[in-house]
């Protein structure tokens, strides 16, 4: 059991890492063709993936070996403090640097598409990694 242990964590490891692949890739092209800006909806699936991402990666950071309740609210009340604090940076920001008005839809609604990223990464987890006998 403990090599598919090693082997089953590389896997998670591989599948984390390409997903920050995948949102670097998105944010340089979004950055470099101004998507931000002209596609109003773009920064939903990015906080979708970033929220994914971070879940995976408290998954594997705690070592999770099944889904219950106690799990997912860590998992979740850890993603909320990471995500409030990442907003308050983007708020400190625009006040600051950009003198931009603070937005609370946008902030709302990049804290909902977190959440739902990370809830999927909990139907993720359960169904890839716990249902094919992939834990860590």
């Known amino acids: 059991m403990q090599i598919s242990n090693e082997i089953n964590k590389k896997k998670l490891s591989i599948r984390i890492v390409l997903i920050i692949f995948i949102i670097f890739l998105l944010n340089t092209l979004a950055m470099k063709f101004h998507w931000y800006f002209t596609v109003w909806w773009f920064d939903m699936p990015m ?60 902030t709302s609604s990049d804290i909902f598409f977190g959440i739902s990223g990370v809830l999927f990464s909990v139907l993720y ?3 890839r990694i716990i249902k094919n006998h992939n834990i860590l």
Do not use: P
Request: hydrophobic share 55%; proline share 0%.
């Open 47 to 106: 906080h979708l993936l970033g929220g994914f991402w971070i879940g995976l990666l408290l998954f594997s950071i705690f070592r999770v070996k099944n889904i219950n309740s106690k799990n997912i609210t860590k998992v979740i009340l850890l993603f909320l403090v990471i995500a409030f604090g990442w907003e308050l940076f983007e708020v400190s920001v625009d006040k600051i640097i950009t003198k931009n008005i603070f937005n609370i839809l946008d």
């Open 125 to 127: 987890f359960n169904k």
